[in-house]
């Protein structure tokens, strides 16, 4: 089992209890999503139907109760619903609307029934805009098509004698196993889209929605309801826990400044808030004879002191990634972080402008990071804690997709074998401690992060 699996609760105390039920992966209808592109995913053809959960729920299909298939598990529908672990969150997703929380948003934004809003069926459904087969039922939420791409163009050849994954492609499937493609449709609601009820605004985080955080590699193995066994990998080929976890964060940087770049990125006079740091603004205010600092200047953001900066965890944690993959990227990368973050204190088209200039550069990041063999983890951990990026973690949310990411980093060393389990659970720990360092955003303490943070990546690279 992943080690990540077994340090779940502590993640979700982290990052809010309601997090994985309400922030679902949702596969939207073309290919001109900001961050998603024709090469990345296959479009529906224009006869392709949604055909429902139970279209894959046959006993010789995916609907067994004990994983004995002998070339897929054939239990994915057990595993999809499981009632208690955030496996089945993406069953629960409907479901999750009826309960008092989100009656409660939807009454304060005056959205009316949150099971028939848009803005909530969005992701917490599958697609309803296009056609649906006869078993095509909404109180299913998050189901296997959402992800997969609607079925009607593939799902008779996907059981047919001899059907190849190309085939399924090219007929419709979404290509799950490249990184960028299954970044593309994960960040249509673990982020937001430009579509239709697939954005969370600041408008929703006021009235109860929780905070959207996202980690690729993290949540893929969360949903993985699949074995990556020889079959797998002998269509599909062998996934790169790495690669993913770095393309992801590439991606949900593309995806954030085009967003913000867009009609999005604003609220009458403000800007769309959801874009800026929470934690920059929500603190406590403080009137006594010594200030006190509620803040830290970070080396990485020129922007002046009391500005809400820009989210920037993935921007961070890129960096680090690409220093290793792709130092003049890098290089370029740091340059238009900077541009953009002095932009924000000019004018709304000049962020604009800077915004998608560095989105271009975090895209040519995602291509080369799918790419990149070879080990990696050791160095981008080092990267992570070196002098460069350690300091840039002054701010909650980045500092949350660093522990995130230092975990990642460590279970690929495990599965590649360049770490023992038994080495790697001695150094629990100190990741542990890390977590503990940002279970609660109102109690973050920078320095004591990057301390914990600093031990736990000391005590990797010895394992090197």
Same mark, same amino acid.
């Given at each position: 089992?992943?080690?990540?699996?077994?340090?779940?609760?502590?993640?979700?105390?982290?990052?809010?209890?309601?997090?994985?039920?309400?922030?679902?992966?949702?596969?939207?209808?073309?290919?001109?999503?900001?961050?998603?592109?024709?090469?990345?995913?296959?479009?529906?053809?224009?006869?392709?139907?949604?055909?429902?959960?139970?279209?894959?729920?046959?006993?010789?299909?995916?609907?067994?109760?004990?994983?004995?298939?002998?070339?897929?598990?054939?239990?994915?529908?057990?595993?999809?619903?499981?009632?208690?672990?955030?496996?089945?969150?993406?069953?629960?997703?409907?479901?999750?609307?009826?309960?008092?929380?989100?009656?409660?948003?939807?009454?304060?934004?005056?959205?009316?029934?949150?099971?028939?809003?848009?803005?909530?069926?969005?992701?917490?459904?599958?697609?309803?805009?296009?056609?649906?087969?006869?078993?095509?039922?909404?109180?299913?939420?998050?189901?296997?098509?959402?992800?997969?791409?609607?079925?009607?163009?593939?799902?008779?050849?996907?059981?047919?004698?001899?059907?190849?994954?190309?085939?399924?492609?090219?007929?419709?499937?979404?290509?799950?196993?490249?990184?960028?493609?299954?970044?593309?449709?994960?960040?249509?609601?673990?982020?937001?889209?430009?579509?239709?009820?697939?954005?969370?605004?600041?408008?929703?985080?006021?009235?109860?929605?929780?905070?959207?955080?996202?980690?690729?590699?993290?949540?893929?193995?969360?949903?993985?309801?699949?074995?990556?066994?020889?079959?797998?990998?002998?269509?599909?080929?062998?996934?790169?826990?790495?690669?993913?976890?770095?393309?992801?964060?590439?991606?949900?940087?593309?995806?954030?400044?085009?967003?913000?770049?867009?009609?999005?990125?604003?609220?009458?006079?403000?800007?769309?808030?959801?874009?800026?740091?929470?934690?920059?603004?929500?603190?406590?205010?403080?009137?006594?004879?010594?200030?006190?600092?509620?803040?830290?200047?970070?080396?990485?953001?020129?922007?002046?002191?009391?500005?809400? !900066?820009?989210?920037?965890?993935? +921007?961070?944690? #890129?960096?680090?990634? $690409?220093?290793?993959? @792709?130092? %003049? /990227? *890098?290089?370029?990368?740091?340059?238009?972080?900077?541009?953009?973050?002095?932009?924000?204190?000019?004018?709304? !088209?000049?962020?604009?402008?800077? +915004?998608?200039? #560095?989105?271009?550069? $975090?895209?040519?990041? @995602?291509? %080369? /990071? *799918?790419?990149?063999?070879?080990?990696?983890?050791?160095?981008?951990?080092?990267?992570?804690?070196?002098?460069?990026?350690?300091?840039?973690?002054?701010?909650?949310?980045?500092?949350?997709? $660093?522990?995130?990411?230092?975990?990642? /980093?460590?279970?690929?060393?495990?599965?590649?074998?360049?770490?023992?389990?038994?080495?790697?659970?001695?150094?629990?720990?100190?990741?542990?401690?890390?977590?503990?360092?940002?279970?609660?955003?109102?109690?973050?303490?920078?320095?004591?992060?990057?301390?914990?943070?600093?031990?736990?990546?000391?005590?990797?690279?010895?394992?090197?």
């Amino acid at each position: 089992m992943d080690m990540r699996i077994a340090r779940l609760t502590r993640y979700t105390r982290m990052a809010t209890a309601g997090v994985l039920l309400a922030l679902i992966c949702l596969y939207a209808m073309s290919a001109d999503v900001p961050g998603r592109t024709k090469s990345a995913i296959a479009a529906p053809t224009a006869t392709a139907a949604y055909q429902g959960v139970a279209s894959c729920a046959g006993s010789t299909c995916h609907g067994r109760m004990v994983g004995d298939g002998k070339a897929v598990r054939q239990d994915e529908l057990a595993r999809w619903q499981e009632p208690s672990t955030p496996g089945g969150a993406h069953s629960r997703a409907f479901a999750v609307l009826a309960g008092t929380r989100g009656r409660q948003i939807a009454a304060t934004l005056g959205l009316g029934d949150p099971m028939r809003a848009k803005e909530c069926l969005g992701c917490h459904a599958s697609p309803t805009a296009g056609s649906q087969g006869a078993r095509f039922r909404i109180e299913d939420g998050v189901g296997c098509e959402t992800c997969h791409g609607p079925s009607g163009g593939w799902i008779a050849s996907h059981y047919a004698a001899g059907a190849s994954h190309a085939a399924n492609i090219a007929a419709g499937m979404i290509p799950l196993e490249r990184p960028q493609a299954r970044a593309a449709v994960c960040l249509d609601c673990h982020y937001g889209s430009a579509h239709a009820g697939q954005f969370v605004s600041h408008g929703m985080m006021a009235a109860g929605h929780p905070r959207i955080s996202f980690e690729l590699d993290l949540f893929s193995t969360l949903q993985a309801h699949h074995a990556e066994d020889g079959d797998y990998i002998a269509r599909k080929g062998r996934s790169d826990g790495v690669a993913l976890w770095a393309v992801g964060q590439a991606m949900a940087l593309e995806r954030a400044l085009t967003l913000y770049a867009g009609p999005r990125g604003t609220q009458g006079v403000f800007p769309e808030f959801t874009f800026f740091d929470c934690h920059s603004c929500h603190r406590r205010i403080y009137d006594q004879a010594d200030r006190m600092m509620t803040w830290e200047v970070n080396p990485g953001r020129p922007i002046p002191a009391g500005m809400p !900066p820009f989210n920037d965890e993935n +921007a961070i944690l #890129l960096l680090a990634a $690409a220093k290793v993959v @792709a130092p %003049a /990227l *890098a290089a370029r990368l740091d340059n238009d972080s900077r541009i953009f973050h002095a932009a924000l204190a000019l004018d709304r !088209p000049a962020a604009a402008a800077a +915004a998608l200039r #560095l989105a271009g550069t $975090a895209r040519m990041l @995602a291509d %080369a /990071l *799918a790419n990149a063999r070879g080990d990696m983890a050791f160095a981008i951990t080092d990267q992570i804690a070196g002098s460069a990026i350690g300091p840039r973690f002054t701010d909650y949310a980045g500092s949350a997709q $660093a522990v995130m990411a230092v975990d990642t /980093l460590l279970n690929a060393l495990v599965r590649s074998g360049r770490v023992t389990v038994g080495a790697a659970a001695g150094i629990r720990g100190d990741i542990n401690r890390a977590y503990a360092a940002v279970r609660d955003p109102n109690g973050y303490r920078p320095s004591d992060f990057r301390a914990a943070l600093g031990r736990a990546t000391q005590a990797i690279g010895a394992l090197r």
